[in-house]
């Protein structure tokens, strides 16, 4: 796929910022990775502003817009954030409040790239006519997030201490919100009475660019293949989705969740909670989780670098303890022979669910959106692609979630 942001080293020029993979402060993770966006030194000014998002830093905001209020906000601003004489902004320092502005606009612009990319082209957001910028509020006192016409906005989430995690230093958080934007633009909305699939495949759909997004910074995947030595399967920052705390975080794309295990599913949408909805896209998460993982499995295998008995024990349903250590010691001795063909895996099996994720958006229609036409898009994206070499593995992964029933 010509021109994919795959590796920072693919940017000859960009604009230099630093960003948190994950929450600062989450062991592996206390120091910044530095990333380079596409636009060029000094065709991003002061905010960070760069025609498409404005950073708006907003001096004391306690609540987020509502349907009857819209950007620009008016309110007292701090000053934006200016580059650096060079045109970059990778000096400001994470203990600066300034930071978590230049955090958050990395992180959004870091993401919308990855994604033009998969698309071919850039992405039209909705009302982009009303809305040309889209105004990026970094710190709103709520316990929240938002993505709405014209805007993101990021509150906080309390961790089981009380302590306060701003949501403008989530790279998980940030990467959800603008997913919700590239699944308007791309997908679109209909009308004010979409159903609660159409809302539960958003929430699933914005967990997955997320997950993938972050597989693009190369430090993240680094520590991820090190720590887990290439066993994806097992507890780590990739399937933990908006982390609170190492132990504690608001979804999780590894899990045995299927749609029998949601009696709920079949309620009005007017009847479910927020988190009801959220729940009822975990079938499709996990499915799509199980076949980038699977897929990652499968070459492993074809590149010789585990073997195919390893791979079918990782990926039954339900092991015991004594497969568990099997699977993590096989993992743990392989990792350790060719480290080099468990990251090009990984980067073969991020791009392999972006890229069918992108064309199954072309079928879809809000107004007739289902999980199960969700899935099948997937399954009719990845024939188009691939014919049917992947088609068994995907459908099973479809089936075990029982997304049809």
Request: overall charge negative; hydrophobic content about 40%; charged content about 20%.
């Amino acid at each position: 796929m010509s021109g994919i942001l795959k590796e920072q080293a693919d940017i000859p020029v960009g604009t230099r910022f630093r960003v948190f993979p994950q929450y600062p402060g989450e062991p592996g993770f206390e120091e910044p990775a530095v990333i380079v966006l596409k636009p060029k030194p000094g065709t991003i000014g002061s905010g960070p502003d760069d025609g498409r998002l404005r950073v708006i830093d907003a001096v004391a905001k306690t609540r987020p817009y509502t349907g009857l209020e819209f950007p620009p906000y008016r309110g007292t601003v701090h000053a934006p954030v200016a580059p650096d004489p060079s045109g970059h902004f990778d000096r400001v320092n994470p203990s600066q409040r300034e930071f978590k502005a230049v955090h958050a606009y990395a992180c959004l612009r870091l993401v919308l790239d990855i994604w033009e990319s998969y698309l071919g082209h850039p992405i039209h957001w909705l009302m982009q006519e009303t809305f040309p910028q889209i105004e990026v509020i970094p710190r709103v006192e709520f316990p929240n997030a938002q993505a709405s016409p014209g805007s993101i906005e990021l509150g906080y989430a309390l961790t089981e201490s009380g302590e306060r995690r701003w949501f403008a230093l989530s790279f998980d958080v940030l990467a959800h919100e603008m997913g919700h934007i590239i699944l308007g633009a791309e997908v679109g909305i209909s009308g004010a009475h979409l159903s609660a699939e159409y809302i539960a495949f958003q929430e699933s759909m914005a967990d997955l660019i997320s997950l993938i997004s972050v597989l693009h910074i190369e430090s993240f995947s680094n520590h991820l293949l090190t720590a887990t030595n290439g066993n994806l399967y097992a507890p780590n920052e990739l399937n933990r989705l908006a982390e609170l705390s190492p132990t504690s975080q608001i979804r999780s794309a590894s899990h045995n969740i299927t749609m029998l295990d949601l009696p709920f599913r079949y309620l009005p949408r007017a009847r479910l909670t927020q988190s009801q909805l959220h729940l009822l896209g975990q079938p499709l998460t996990g499915a799509l989780f199980d076949v980038l993982v699977e897929v990652f499995q499968q070459q492993l295998v074809e590149y010789g670098a585990i073997p195919e008995a390893l791979a079918r024990l990782s990926m039954q349903h339900g092991p015991t303890a004594d497969d568990l250590a099997r699977i993590d010691r096989g993992f743990s001795s392989h990792y350790a022979v060719r480290p080099e063909y468990f990251h090009q895996a990984l980067r073969f099996a991020r791009d392999f669910t972006a890229e069918r994720l992108v064309r199954s958006w072309e079928l879809l229609k809000p107004e007739r959106l289902t999980l199960l036409s969700a899935a099948a898009a997937f399954l009719t994206a990845d024939r188009a692609i691939s014919g049917e070499r992947y088609q068994k593995l995907i459908l099973e992964c479809i089936q075990w979630r029982k997304i049809a029933a």
